[in-house]
């Protein structure tokens, strides 16, 4: 039987030669050449295209990153696309996943909760989805954060005030109040700290409860 053997381009050959880890490098080949890379036969595109997106990924261009993800999930659903149907699944997770987590650190929770969320319908197992879901939620729920920080702002000013009083008219004038004073200073500045941990506290319980009963009602079994 005759095998014919497998025939790829100068360009994607020139493209597979870059160190795989130069990232910088296969951004910069792709941008140069992406007109020739799109006259490519389609398995070659997929590759190139699959490999730019990991690299944009990998030197934190989370916009870019966004602005070509898309393309590369629809290009990992087509027939066309001639990766093993197993590798295929988790490199769709994979794209997905990144995709929210380049939404967290262009600090667009609500977009990462959304493709989160889509994640977890797809994959219920996937931890550091359920992670990157508890993150997005926390960040979004901000009212209880705001309320208790503003109260610790407030604590920690009075606490300097007690200091200010303390050391310009108790020490000097009214030294039988010293205990008294550092322990309402102690207190405020404990106060503060209490108040804030609290508020963080809630906020995270707040995040893990929604997602679990995100989680719960996709498949409560």
């Known amino acids: 039987m005759h095998i014919r053997p497998t025939y790829h381009s100068r360009t994607y050959r020139d493209f597979l030669a870059i160190e795989p880890r130069n990232y910088h490098g296969l951004i910069r080949f792709y941008e140069e050449r992406e007109q020739q890379i799109g006259r490519l036969d389609e398995e070659e595109q997929h590759t190139l295209l699959f490999t730019y997106t990991n690299a944009l990924f990998e030197v934190g261009a ?31 997770e994979k794209l997905l996943f990144r995709k929210a987590a380049a939404y967290l650190q262009i600090l667009e929770p609500a977009q990462a909760e959304h493709v989160a969320k889509e994640l ?24 209880i954060n705001t309320i208790t920080r503003a109260g610790t702002i407030l604590l ?26 550092e322990l309402t200073r102690n207190l405020l ?33």
């Not at 219920?124 to 508890?134: G, M, Q, S, T, V």
């Open 120 to 143: 977890l319908r797809i994959s219920p197992r996937h931890e550091l989805a359920k992670l990157l879901l508890r993150k997005s939620l926390r960040l979004q729920d901000t009212r």
């Open 156 to 181: 920690l000013a009075l606490s300097a005030l007690v200091i200010l009083i303390e050391v310009l008219l108790i020490r000097n004038f009214y030294d039988r109040f010293t205990s008294s004073t």
């Open 62 to 92: 989370y916009r870019q990153f966004l602005a070509i993800t898309d393309q590369a999930i629809l290009g990992v659903l087509e027939p066309t696309c001639r990766v093993p149907e197993v590798d295929k699944q988790l490199l769709f």
């Open 189 to 221: 500045f404990g106060g503060a700290l209490v108040l804030l941990v609290v508020g963080e506290a809630i906020t995270r319980w707040r995040a893990y409860r929604a997602a679990r009963n995100f989680l719960a009602d996709r498949h409560p079994d």
